[in-house]
């Protein structure tokens, strides 16, 4: 049997299943946003153009207003000052939207410490256990943000109180060290995460600021973020699909992110 016969057997009778990693996309998706002076984007809107009436009496559409960090969507290095010079969203290898994915789990710490960062040695102790990072593979980083992202406030860290001196963002990332070493010297493809973006909600305060973005778009790699279900996926041997758009000249996309998983 040829190897993609095989796999389409393999769905049919659910030995490979397939887990949606998408958030639904409607205008309560929560959007990143920035203080002042800084420009931000449009929430996701749909302006209807004709629905069986005289507009267009047999059919239904709409035209969509999003920014390409909406909801589930993919950054491509361009998308940062560090990654300029790189691909754009329409440039991206279609073969690297295909790609194994491990799950380092931090859920637990994440729930304790709404500003967990993941460290270098939070990974060298998860590839003591589990073997090294994929080469070429997403590091799909799990905090159980996914189950606030129907919840503004509280999927984006912030405390809509205005009495409040502290009022965040508070939300989980990856340390400046971490991030300089998943870049530059870890074997990844990209960093998938399951908050708004792949930095910590206090990253605007590192240095470099953002050093998810700075450190992994300027190496070429890319961003996954808003996913959903990481928790169905195997520690190892999930491979991720992701579809963003292929915008000619865009930083980013929202994606359909799936994973193939085997059953036991
Ligand atoms: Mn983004």
């Known amino acids: 049997m040829s190897v993609l016969a095989d796999l389409m057997d393999a769905l049919r009778t659910r030995r490979v299943e397939v887990v949606d990693l998408t958030a639904p996309l409607h205008s309560g998706t929560p959007i990143l946003q ?48 560090t990654g300029r010079d790189g691909e754009d969203i329409a440039q991206v290898a279609p073969a690297r939207l295909l790609a194994p994915a491990v799950v380092l789990d931090f859920a637990e710490q994440s729930a304790a410490d709404p500003d967990f960062l ?10 003591a256990e589990h073997g090294p990072l994929p080469d070429g593979g997403w590091l799909l980083y799990r905090t159980g943000w996914d189950a606030r992202s129907e919840d503004g406030a509280a999927f984006l860290g912030v405390d809509p ?12 990332g990856i340390s400046v060290e971490c991030a300089r070493w998943l870049a530059e010297e870890s074997p990844v ?4 995460v399951e908050t708004v973006g792949t930095d910590a909600g206090a990253a605007h305060s590192f240095d470099p600021p953002f050093p998810c973005h700075s450190f992994l778009l300027g190496a ?35 994606a359909r992110v799936l994973a193939l998983v085997e059953n036991p």
Do not use: C, M
Request: net charge negative; hydrophobic share 35%.
């Open 34 to 81: 920035l203080p002042p002076p800084f420009a931000n984007a449009s929430p996701f809107a749909v302006e209807e153009i004709s629905r069986y009436d005289d507009r267009g009496p047999a059919w239904y559409w709409n035209d969509i207003r999003t920014s390409e960090h909406t909801g589930t969507h993919f950054d491509a290095p361009v998308h940062w000052v």
């Open 118 to 127: 993941l460290e270098i040695d939070h990974v060298r102790a998860w590839e």
């Open 161 to 172: 109180s205005p009495s409040r001196t502290d009022s965040g963002p508070h939300t989980p």
């Open 189 to 192: 493809l990209g960093v998938g």
């Open 220 to 254: 070429g790699k890319y961003g996954l973020t808003q996913l959903q279900n990481l928790a169905r996926l195997p520690v190892t041997g999930a491979v991720v699909i992701a579809g963003p758009l292929p915008i000619v000249g865009g930083s980013g996309s929202p």
